[in-house]
């Protein structure tokens, strides 16, 4: 009788850790952005697709770029389990250089701080002088 006891606690106790192990997964279709070479005052805008692979509602807490040059915009309402989201990001062009930049994304998923990255390139627009 106590190894049948000892067995049911086992085995509820397994299935209360797989219910509280349930959590919200982001998988980006990229981690990257390369703009490669974008002319001065171009549309700086894209965006990050992701799904959530996870079981649970994935919440984007806060979304956070490296300088005030990167404006991140996230998503407003949770993500189901195995529907997408968009991060968008929009880079001011205005600075003719190289860009790279790290926005970092705070979230309930498994992992939750996950770092992405743009780059790239702002050149001066062509004069039209040859």
Do not use: H
């Amino acid at each position: 009788m106590k190894k049948l006891f000892a067995i049911v606690i086992l085995i509820w106790a397994g299935m209360t850790t797989t219910q509280a192990q349930k959590t919200a997964k982001m998988e980006f279709k990229a981690e990257t952005i390369d703009y490669g070479e974008i002319k001065k005052g171009s549309d700086g805008v894209r965006v990050f697709e992701f799904t959530n692979t996870g079981e649970v509602p994935l919440v984007i807490e806060d979304v956070k770029s490296s300088c005030g040059c990167t404006i991140p915009k996230k998503p407003k309402d949770p993500i189901m389990p195995g529907k997408t989201g968009e991060i968008e990001v929009k880079y001011d062009t205005k600075r003719v250089g190289p860009i790279r930049k790290t926005v970092t994304v705070y979230s309930n998923a498994e992992e939750p701080v996950k770092a992405l990255k743009i780059k790239g390139v702002v050149i001066e627009e062509d004069s039209g002088d040859s």
